[in-house]
């Protein structure tokens, strides 16, 4: 008799304990914060820190004196650790976290740069925000390649093999032929290729797909190891030597301070990346594609009742992903470096970590890959004005916010309910 | 089956109905024999083709996606589109569409709800609107009510009329007789797979029975007046989380005295079983105490809460209850394993073992080719038997069964109940949980009802079952007009004006 309306009822408060997460959170933070004012304060020294607007010293520049800055945004990150732990609405927590740890970065930004040699003691933010995108980037089109798959139910841990067998026939066959185009499409089918193999095994053969992804990654770097071995090294002038796609300058939008120069004078891959962040998310949430999709990543029995063909779909989504992966591979090759050994190194898995970080939604990746991008950045920068932090915990930065990220930001996560489990029809 | 009649396909659990049904909708592909619709063999490759044949199924788990709203599951796999090529979802249209089906039937669904918000009785609805959306002529019901409370299931025979009048041919699988008899037109009786008999809606319920099960079954339990002693179990407060964290438990408190059966009554989902799970320690509990013979146990592991004389049923025997490839006998010992006589320091004493799993196959009457088969080849309910078994050869001073006769036959049914009797009667405390509100009532002393994770009330075995069912349906004597009996006769002409049946499915029987 669901026509009496039922009373809503409340929910029962339950009394976690002192130690809720915002709770630790703010503990940690004011920790932090705490640690920032005195050491930071103490280590900086009284030159002006400078961050200018420009790619070098000149120009306009935000300054502060380092000693003070480091002690005043180190008591501001102390200051919403403190509010955190003394509790404060929920809907607040995002805020103070976030205010939190850009103050306390701020502080040891203000360390660092105001101990900097003279000549160096300056951070060129256009520098910094471009090479937060270019260091993003890949992470982006790795990520986006784990939307695709996993929205549809299927695990993707082999980005990494798929970026690396991109990376490696686009400077195959750019080289062979000479032409970025041609090796940008081969890139696209490279990774295709890795993820063909992983979404026969997964949906045809059912194996275990974090374990095929894996087996599939240790293939790519086989593969790829081998042949560049064979050809590339021997005949880099021939096989390794591809085209490389140049900056396009995008008129008006390219003098916007700050923001021009670092986003509107990038190469293809930057401009493909944000447009398949933005076709991918739209695509998803809004066509009929996206819905049927998610239908077959949350219930496939349900999608496979209506007629949706569960799994031609999950095949057509892990293939896609292998050539958003693929392409990301590219963005090496074709745009930086000529191929080396095993050179995306890791960095398919961080896209993995930006793929959980971002919710498994393709802004949320972007921004996720963005974090770390910075934090990559962020290490090479510091190593470039002779940091008296040692290069190898410089080296360990981008990893250890991927750990804090994805283990302690994340929060409470829901996966597409199907991610990972195999569909038998009946 | 003939334009607007309601067939009623009739049957025990494992009777094949639903595997039927499923090849009916294209799901399961027949090794023989043919599917005729309108005298023309039809081949069904997939349930595309059985839309487009006309045929809709509502299925007993719904096939509905809990993160999509109402209007993207209906339109999921028949989305109306604009924009060529790009195919962006017309989402304007789906809500009209399914705004004027709801209209149309009298079904009342929001399509901006999203669906894990819904109770299930709106959920089936939405599973109705997203059929007749695809214009089918044939609706199979597959098992609708077994999650209904009374009330949700007289609105769904109202509806289920509403259609019938529209010319629409529905197939209504069930296994409760009261429900067929008040509505259907015809009624066919499966049983192992085979069609036995079919009969008219004036056959009695007797004949019926005895039609389904193949023998006369007694559909009642014998015992006599309970004499409870001291409270053994007490749950103060209780509040749980399911593993979604979504609020499962919310503040129960419940008293389960020596010697009585407390019966927990509510459609499935609304907590009972994290409630259980709470009790035995596998499911941290957020606030309140649980206590045991006035000891709390807040932070025993379950072996604690077992040693300390709590037999536990579990809800679903073949992932909770057993290790299918284990042996019967070492089924029988999963509790007491590293006990003498069956264990000593690191070692298993295998003659032991065999010995007790003989008696005890020979008392519970366990059929079994041997105490050595695996005992995922018994049926269900001879691995009932062994659970039940099991738990009850320790001495005990809780036992808490939950939904200790689902999918069992009705020989071991009767035989199940019993020995919960005995055990009552030996003065343990007993919990029986149960979605089959006849079973609560057959075998309780007092009647807890749960509903959205609270008790909601307790009453006694002879409470009217509508005024369980109300109270399944989260309406209590107060929120409800006058007393709940009034309450229920004055919801029957809004849900749609129809004069309850003689024999409602308010008194339906369990075969």
């Known amino acids: 008799m669901s026509t009496t309306a039922v009373p809503e009822v409340a929910v029962t408060a339950v009394d976690e304990g002192f130690w809720t997460r915002a709770r630790k959170a703010g503990a940690v933070l004011l920790a932090l914060g705490v640690l920032a004012t005195v050491l930071f304060g103490a280590f900086a020294t009284d030159q002006q820190a400078r961050f200018t607007l420009s790619e070098t010293e000149g120009g306009a520049a935000l300054e502060i004196n380092g000693t003070v800055g480091a002690i005043l945004f180190g008591v501001i990150a102390a200051a919403a650790g403190a509010a955190l732990l003394a509790g404060v609405p929920k809907r607040w927590f995002t805020l103070l976290l976030g205010a ?60 990494e093999g798929q970026m690396l067998m991109g990376a490696f026939s686009g400077a195959l066959f750019g080289s062979i032929s000479g032409s970025v185009w041609v090796g940008l499409v081969a890139a696209a089918i490279g990774g295709a290729f890795i993820s063909l193999l992983l979404a026969v095994f997964a ?67 930057l401009y493909l990346g944000l447009l398949l962040v933005l076709v991918i998310h739209l695509a998803l949430f809004r066509t009929r594609w996206g819905l049927r999709t998610r239908s077959v990543g949350e219930h496939p029995t349900a999608a496979d009742t209506v007629g949706v063909r569960v799994l031609g779909l999950r095949y057509r989504n892990v293939i896609m992903a292998g050539l958003v992966a693929g392409i990301g591979g590219a963005s090496y090759t074709l745009a930086l470096y000529s191929f080396t050994k095993n050179m995306i190194g890791g960095k398919g898995f961080i896209a993995l970590a930006a793929l959980i970080f971002g919710r498994w939604s393709p802004t949320g990746a972007l921004l996720a890959a963005l974090f770390f991008g910075f934090a990559d950045q962020l290490a090479t920068y510091l190593g470039a004005i002779g940091s008296s932090i040692p290069d190898q915990f410089l080296a ?3 990893y250890l916010a991927t750990i804090l990220a994805v283990a302690g930001l994340v929060g409470k996560v829901r996966a597409p309910a199907a991610d990972g489990k195999p569909y038998v029809k009946g | 089956m003939e334009p607007g009649e309601i067939h009623a396909l009739l049957g025990e659990n494992g009777a094949g109905k639903s595997t039927l049904m499923n090849v009916l909708y294209g799901l399961y592909q027949p090794d023989e024999g043919a599917i005729l619709v309108d005298g023309r063999p039809l081949r069904l490759k997939g349930p595309s083709d059985a839309i487009a044949a006309g045929i809709g199924m509502v299925h007993q788990h719904f096939m509905l996606v809990p993160v999509f709203t109402v209007a993207e599951n209906v339109m999921l ?51 109705i609107v997203k059929a007749l959306t695809r214009d089918v002529d044939l609706l199979i019901l597959d098992e609708p009510t077994a999650v209904l409370t009374p009330q949700e299931t007289e609105e769904l025979l109202t509806v289920m009329r509403s259609l019938k009048a529209a010319g629409k041919s529905i197939v209504f699988i069930t296994h409760k007789l009261g429900e067929v008899k008040a509505i259907a ?23 019926l029975a005895a039609l389904m099960v193949g023998r006369d079954v007694r559909l009642t339990v014998d015992k006599q007046p309970a004499q409870p002693g001291k409270p053994v179990l007490e749950v103060a407060g209780l509040v749980v989380d399911d593993d979604r964290q979504v609020r499962a438990v919310d503040g129960v408190d419940l008293t389960v005295h020596a010697g009585e059966v407390l019966g927990v ?44 004389g709590v037999g536990y049923v579990p809800e679903d025997r073949s992932v909770d209850g057993l290790v299918k490839e284990f042996s019967v006998a070492e089924n029988l010992v999963l509790d007491i394993y590293d006990r003498p006589p069956f264990g000593k320091g690191l070692s298993l004493k295998p003659d032991a073992i065999a010995r007790s799993a003989k008696e005890r196959i020979e008392q519970f009457d366990v059929r079994t080719s041997s105490a050595e088969a695996a005992v995922g080849t018994l049926s269900g309910g001879n691995q009932q038997k062994v659970i039940v078994a099991r738990e009850l050869s320790r001495p005990l001073k809780l036992l808490i069964a939950a939904q200790p006769t689902r999918g069992v036959d009705v020989g071991s049914i009767e035989f199940i109940h019993s020995q919960v009797i005995r055990e009552r009667d030996v003065g343990t405390a007993v919990m029986v949980v149960s979605s089959e509100l006849d079973e609560v009532i057959g075998l309780a002393d007092r009647i ?11 009453v006694g075995p002879d409470t009217p079952r509508e005024e369980i069912g109300l109270l399944m349906a989260g309406i209590t004597p107060d929120t409800a007009p006058a007393n709940p009996h009034e309450g229920n006769a004055a919801a029957t002409p809004n849900a749609g004006g129809t004069a309850p049946a003689p024999e409602g499915p308010g008194n339906e029987d369990e075969a």
Not at chain 1, 130 to 148: C, E, H, M, N, Q
Not at chain 2, 188 to 197: E, M
């Open chain 2, 265 to 308: 009554a509510g459609v499935q989902g609304n907590g009972q079983t994290e409630l259980i799970e709470a009790i035995m320690g596998l499911r941290p509990t957020l606030a309140g105490t649980i206590s045991l013979d006035g000891e709390t146990t807040h932070g025993w592991s379950t072996k604690r809460v077992l040693r300390a």
């Open chain 1, 396 to 398: 360990m930065l981008p």
């Open chain 2, 185 to 207: 037109d015809r009624i066919t009786v499966i049983r192992r797979g085979r069609t036995v008999g079919t009969a008219e809606p004036s056959a009695s319920r007797d004949e």
């Open chain 1, 203 to 269: 949906i045809r053969y059912l194996v275990d797909q974090v374990v095929m992804g894996i087996v599939l990654n240790l293939l790519a770097v086989g593969v790829t190891g081998f042949l560049y071995e064979r050809l590339m090294a021997t005949d880099a002038e021939k096989y390794n030597s591809a085209p490389r796609f140049g900056n396009w300058e995008i008129p008006l939008l390219s003098d916007i301070p700050l923001l021009g120069p670092a986003l509107f004078r990038g190469n293809i891959f």
């Open chain 1, 100 to 159: 939190g740890l850009v103050a306390f970065v701020l502080s040891f930004l203000c360390w660092q740069v105001s101990a900097a040699p003279e000549g160096r003691n300056f951070m060129p933010l256009v520098n910094v925000l471009r090479g937060t995108f270019i260091l993003a980037l890949p992470l982006t089109f790795g990520a986006l390649a784990g939307v695709l798959c996993e929205r549809s139910g299927v695990v993707n841990v082999a980005i």
């Open chain 2, 448 to 458: 807890a009802v749960m509903y959205r994770g609270r008790v909601i009330g307790v």
């Open chain 2, 77 to 127: 796999g028949a989305e109306q589109v604009k924009g060529g090529i790009a195919g962006l979802l017309d989402r304007r249209r789906a809500r009209r569409e399914v705004a004027e089906v709801s209209g149309r039937y009298n079904l009342r669904v929001d399509p901006d709800a999203v669906i894990e918000d819904l109770p299930v009785g709106i959920q089936q609805r939405v599973e």
